[in-house]
């Protein structure tokens, strides 16, 4: 419902997303999920079916547990929407930094003048800046917003700076990983390896439980 509102076509991909869900998370025998509030949901349907499953043929599935952060809320994109790739309104952190930088200047902000001070709650600007920084330093960008006198440009060059510095570490990690890009592609196998034995055992219980065991 809430994609057909932002005028979203729905699809049999996203009518079915949540088994797709279900089944990656029962396939590995998972016990806890992390996941964020608005997506608990999909993990209660992978509990309902594996249930399901097992009332009428056995223990066979794990019934997955979530692990939700409770200081953890939903990540705001730059039109002020929940930050999401089918809205398009995400902050791509890989970016080159020019890029990044004017991404973040375009950021939706309202009219309110340089001299009058800004709303903190429901601005987008401050709902990033939540996120990261320091205490400090997100009670000083709070406090220019309350008191009036920085402009929206400032803001937001202020909020660029915390994004860059709080995502430095891993942009360069990227940067050392796609320099090397067998060595990424050997553990992606290792793990595919891992993550392989522990579905084909799970497969096994199923077929098992079902009657189809080959």
Do not use: C
Request: hydrophobic content about 35%.
């Amino acid at each position: 419902k809430d994609k057909v509102a932002k005028g979203i076509s729905p699809s049999h991909g996203l009518f079915a997303y949540p088994v797709l869900m279900a089944a990656d998370i029962l396939l590995y025998d998972a016990d806890r999920v992390p996941v964020g509030q608005d997506q608990k949901q999909h993990l209660e349907v992978a509990r309902d079916i594996a249930g399901k499953f097992n009332d009428k043929y056995g223990q066979v599935f794990k019934l997955p547990e979530s692990i939700i952060r409770e200081d953890a809320g939903v990540v705001p994109g730059v039109d002020g929407q929940k930050m999401s790739k089918s809205y398009g309104n995400t902050l791509e952190i890989f970016a080159p930094e020019k890029d990044l930088r004017k991404k973040i200047m375009a950021i939706k902000t309202d009219s309110t003048p340089v001299e009058v001070p800004k709303a903190v709650e429901g601005s987008t600007l401050w709902g990033l800046v939540r996120l990261m920084g320091t205490d400090a330093e997100r009670s000083e960008y709070r406090a220019k917003m309350e008191k009036g006198g920085t402009g929206y440009g400032d803001l937001k060059k202020g909020l660029a700076d915390l994004v860059l510095r709080e995502f430095d570490g891993m942009r360069k990690k990227r940067e050392e990983l796609a320099s090397n890009l067998p060595r990424v592609e050997q553990w992606m196998k290792d793990g595919a390896a891992k993550a392989r034995k522990t579905a084909e055992q799970v497969l096994a219980r199923v077929r098992a439980a079902v009657g189809t065991q080959k």
